[in-house]
């Protein structure tokens, strides 16, 4: 029984990681804003285990769930930061990590950006966060016209990369702790 469980608290935990390594992140500006747009040329589905799917795409299902919003043209970005979510940008190395409510990475890796992006979101505190599935920038008006592009303000730092492990390891933030995560059946 407890290998069972052991075995499958793997599963669930690599299900979970697989969009950290699919994305990619730019920095941009739009409407004024700081914004960080999330390339992602692969979907993560989940599917049951019959085959039917149970989310199609994990990254907007997981933004939907925090409340993100319907990019449209013209932009808003007329809200507050989305709670639970830490974010931060290491402007020596490029090196990012967005997280979750809950603590589970949603991306770690790097985001290039020019010397005015880090010191206007410092002074705001916080960032645009724009995720659709995107393979290049090319495909966000496209996806923008048929309603798959979303954005969420989250609460974001300039700082040194923090090594240290997260808050919680993937498993506990699956749940109750982690809202944003799509739900288990």
Same mark, same amino acid.
Request: with cysteine; aromatic share 4%; glycine share 10%.
């Given at each position: 029984m407890y290998e069972e469980r052991a075995a499958r608290r793997r599963a669930d935990e690599e299900e979970l990681r697989?969009?950290?390594?699919?994305m990619r992140a730019q920095s941009?500006?739009?409407a004024g804003e700081p914004v960080i747009v999330m390339i992602q040329p692969e979907t993560v589905s989940w599917a049951n285990t019959d085959g039917t799917s149970r989310v199609r795409d994990t990254v907007e299902t997981s933004?939907?769930?925090? !409340?993100?919003?319907k990019f449209t043209l013209p932009p808003s970005f007329e809200a507050g930061t989305a709670p639970g979510w830490?974010?931060?940008?290491?402007?020596? %190395? !490029?090196?990012?990590?967005?997280?979750?409510? $809950?603590g589970l990475a949603?991306?770690? $890796? %790097?985001?290039?950006t020019t010397p005015d992006w880090p010191r206007d979101v410092a002074a705001a505190g916080s960032a645009v966060l724009i995720t659709g599935p995107m393979a290049t920038l090319a495909d966000f008006?496209?996806?923008?016209?048929? $309603?798959r592009v979303l954005w969420l303000r989250i609460p974001f730092e300039i700082r040194a990369w923090r090594t240290t492990a997260p808050k919680q390891s993937p498993r506990s933030a699956v749940g109750r702790s982690a809202p944003c995560l799509p739900g288990r059946a």
């Open positions: 697989a969009p950290v390594a699919r941009a500006r739009i933004m939907q769930s925090c !409340g993100a919003r830490e974010a931060y940008l290491s402007p020596s %190395t !490029g090196e990012m990590r967005i997280s979750l409510p $809950g949603l991306y770690e $890796g %790097t985001m290039p008006e496209p996806l923008i016209d048929i $309603g």
